[in-house]
Antibody, heavy 122, light 107 residues
Framework: QVRLVESGGRVVQFGRSLRLSCATSGFTFKNYGVHWVRQAPGKGLEGVASIWHDGSTNFYIDSVKGRFIISRDNSKNTFSLQMNSLRAEDTGIYYC???????????????WGQGTLVTVSS | DIQMAQSPSSLSASVGDRVTITCRASQDINNYLVWFQQKPGKAPKSLIYGASTLQSGVPSKFSGSGSETHFTLTISSLQPEDIATYYCQQYKSYPLTFGGGTKVEIK
């Protein structure tokens, strides 16, 4: 079955860098767009970054542009989020997610990992 | 970016009540809207996509309607297992954006 597993979350100091990874299985990874969605403690969901199935195009919310980089390796069925210049407001649970389907009826996060906690400390 | 405004932010209803949550988009998103349910400590789960298509395995007490900028999620008969926070999200354009969430509680 479809499975996504995040790793890399930990406590990190303000201004430092962290890389999150998402290992996937149970589907043909190269056919699907993927996303990173975060949730600050006690707050709502925020779509941080997305990347197309072939890696040709990516998208970011304004607050992370120039600091975060989403990438994927279709040969290893994994994707990552490189987070630089971390701020206190980047603290939260980071979920990796896969598009529901490989056509435009399903370009939304339909399958999710369990989340990994990132805490930015001062 | 497309802004999503969800209301109410919380509600309390009795078991068996009909519950309706509203989501408004800042511009026309056709029907590229998905509703998620999130229970404490869990990842979100999609309930309805394409504004009104029930996700496989989701009980028929959940329904969605709307198009362009105005959407609703309805729970026809609220049950204790429906206690959760519900989010709408548009996928008409990137970045994907979510409503602020509606926390549903039992009165």
């Amino acid at each position: 079955q479809v499975r996504l597993v995040e790793s890399g979350g930990r406590v990190v100091q303000f201004g430092r860098s962290l890389r999150l990874s998402c290992a996937t299985s149970g589907f043909t990874f190269k056919n699907y767009g993927v996303h990173w969605v975060r949730q600050a403690p006690g707050k709502g969901l925020e779509g941080v970054a997305s990347i197309w199935h072939d890696g040709s195009t990516n998208f970011y919310i304004d607050s992370v542009k120039g600091r975060f980089i989403i990438s994927r390796d279709n040969s290893k069925n994994t994707f990552s989020l490189q987070m630089n210049s971390l701020r206190a407001e980047d603290t939260g649970i980071y979920y990796c997610a896969r598009d529901q389907s490989d056509d435009n009826t399903g370009y939304f996060p339909g399958f999710w990992g369990q989340g990994t906690l990132v805490t930015v400390s001062s | 970016d497309i802004q999503m405004a969800q209301s109410p932010s919380s509600l309390s209803a009795s078991v068996g009540d009909r519950v309706t949550i509203t989501c408004r988009a800042s511009q026309d998103i056709n029907n590229y809207l998905v509703w998620f349910q999130q229970k404490p400590g869990k990842a979100p789960k999609s309930l309805i996509y394409g504004a009104s298509t029930l996700q496989s395995g989701v009980p028929s007490k959940f329904s969605g309607s709307g198009s362009e900028t105005h959407f609703t999620l309805t729970i026809s008969s609220l049950q204790p297992e429906d206690i959760a926070t519900y989010y709408c999200q548009q996928y008409k354009s990137y970045p994907l954006t979510f409503g602020g969430g509606t926390k549903v509680e039992i009165k």
